[in-house]
């Protein structure tokens, strides 16, 4: 498998929540062919993109929240050539056109059927003209923009949902624990270099989220609580850092497997276990790498958006066999940890991007230390227990039955109830 690739596409920066990102992002990009005044937004989104978008803080715009304001945003001062971070550098003058014009009713939005999870059209509308781009299959993975009826921009579509995979899709789901183990032994120093700023990038908003209670001050109050100890500091940090992020912070988050909360969770407990145990970069380094590795596993298995909380069993276990390296184990207890971390938390259901999902996150991220510390003190789910086991694989395809047979009707449900309130 190539690691240079899996990282460039699987770890990188975004601002605020990804899926208003992702709309911020395509209205950018339409912006960008549209020589007029912009006088109506209509955003055509897949349901996990509105679900996690519809109530969720847009970096920069104090207090603002929604799909339809970071579209907005993306059309009025968005800049596409930074693509998760279009919305990097705005001003309160940006805000309040944005929000204007969103306030008018001038911004609608629609969720549609039969596309990819992972889908968002935002089209801009002057009076004689129209433009609309398309991002599909991934949150960053911008497939079309049209003028009229000219298509002026075009690229493949790729990515889960559609048929089509990156290239290494496919290897990585053919692996298991020690595979990725070796995998994440390897790294170059470039990649090695990248995973650790990565990680101070999300130490950055978490210690931004400490110093004051954004959203619901999950992170600032923990950290109140018991400040020194390693598992109150985890879940602490974590929480912060989503706070943050949630809130509409205008911190970038390094993300995993297309989500700035997966790499908040997959980051923020081995870097903090590695600081508390004087473990060198390079194991460091090595830990992040396989949890980002354990992360996408699970992600190819499951889908990126799902209905349950990939921040708790993708990205929760991705940290938790992360710590397990750290700590000098073996991929057969970090198969213990995960397997154990999967018992725990596989029914959290996913009901939207919103200042909550920092509850998630710090559960997430707590629950990923205890269970490997359980690991490598001989406990846990070292043997079948319910529908699980301990072997990474085996828990991936569970995960992807639960989540595709068992709650199929969950995201309809989640969705109709948000579309009440």
């Known amino acids: 498998m190539n690691l240079q690739e899996f990282f460039e596409n699987e770890v990188k920066p975004a601002l605020g929540c990804t899926e208003p990102g992702a709309v911020a992002y395509a209205a950018s990009a339409a912006a960008k062919y549209l020589d007029a005044k912009i006088e109506r937004i209509h955003i055509e989104l897949s349901g996990n993109v509105f679900k996690n978008g519809v109530n969720v803080g847009v970096p920069g715009t104090n207090g603002g929240t929604g799909n339809p304001l970071a579209a907005a945003l993306g059309a009025f001062a968005g800049d596409p050539e930074k693509g998760l971070q279009s919305l990097d550098g705005i001003t309160m003058d940006d805000v309040m056109r944005a929000q204007e014009l969103v306030d008018a009713g001038f911004v609608t939005q629609e969720v549609v059927q039969g596309v990819p999870n992972v889908y968002a059209k935002v089209i801009l509308i002057s009076e004689d003209k129209r433009v609309s781009a398309v991002i599909s299959g991934r949150h960053d993975n911008l497939v079309e923009v049209t003028r009229g009826e000219e298509v002026v921009y075009s690229k493949g579509v790729s990515g889960e949902g559609n048929g089509n995979v990156v290239s290494y899709e496919d290897e990585l789901a053919q692996l298991d624990m020690a595979a990725l183990w070796r995998y994440a032994t390897s790294i170059t120093d470039e990649v090695a270099d990248s995973l650790l700023r990565?990680?101070?990038?999300?130490?950055?908003?978490?210690?931004?989220?400490?110093?004051?209670?954004?959203?619901?001050?999950?992170?600032?109050?923990?950290?109140?609580?018991?400040?020194?100890?390693?598992?109150?500091?985890?879940?602490?940090?974590?929480?912060?850092?989503?706070?943050?992020?949630?809130?509409?912070?205008?911190?970038?988050?390094?993300?995993?497997?297309?989500?700035?909360?997966?790499?908040?969770?997959?980051?923020?407990?081995?870097?903090?276990?590695?600081?508390?145990?004087?473990?060198?970069?390079?194991?460091?380094?090595?830990?992040?790498?396989?949890?980002?590795?354990?992360?996408?596993?699970?992600?190819?298995?499951?889908?990126?958006?799902?209905?349950?909380?990939?921040?708790?069993?993708?990205?929760?276990?991705?940290?938790?066999?992360?710590?397990?390296?750290?700590?000098?184990?073996?991929?057969?207890?970090?198969?213990?940890?995960?397997?154990?971390?999967?018992?725990?938390?596989?029914?959290?259901?996913?009901?939207?991007?919103?200042?909550?999902?920092?509850?998630?996150?710090?559960?997430?991220?707590?629950?990923?230390?205890?269970?490997?510390?359980?690991?490598?003190?001989?406990?846990?789910?070292?043997?079948?227990?319910?529908?699980?086991?301990?072997?990474?694989?085996?828990?991936?395809?569970?995960?992807?039955?639960?989540?595709?047979?068992?709650?199929?009707?969950?995201?309809?449900?989640?969705?109709?109830?948000?579309?009440?309130?």
């Open 198 to 421: 990565g990680a101070e990038m999300n130490l950055i908003i978490a210690r931004g989220g400490l110093a004051e209670p954004w959203g619901l001050g999950v992170g600032y109050h923990i950290n109140r609580m018991n400040s020194q100890d390693l598992l109150y500091r985890i879940k602490a940090y974590s929480g912060a850092a989503a706070d943050a992020r949630m809130g509409g912070g205008s911190w970038p988050v390094m993300s995993s497997a297309g989500s700035g909360n997966h790499g908040i969770t997959a980051i923020l407990p081995p870097v903090l276990y590695a600081e508390a145990y004087d473990s060198t970069e390079r194991e460091l380094a090595e830990a992040l790498a396989l949890s980002h590795l354990v992360t996408r596993f699970i992600k190819v298995y499951t889908g990126l958006l799902t209905p349950v909380c990939g921040c708790a069993v993708a990205a929760g276990a991705g940290a938790a066999a992360a710590i397990v390296k750290l700590a000098h184990g073996s991929p057969q207890l970090a198969d213990v940890a995960v397997a154990s971390l999967i018992a725990s938390v596989m029914g959290m259901v996913c009901d939207g991007g919103k200042g909550s999902c920092a509850l998630k996150v710090s559960t997430a991220a707590g629950e990923a230390y205890l269970y490997a510390m359980l690991a490598l003190m001989g406990g846990g789910l070292n043997k079948t227990q319910g529908v699980l086991k301990p072997d990474l694989r085996y828990v991936a395809e569970i995960l992807s039955e639960v989540s595709e047979r068992g709650l199929s009707g969950m995201d309809e449900a989640v969705l109709r109830i948000i579309q009440r309130v």
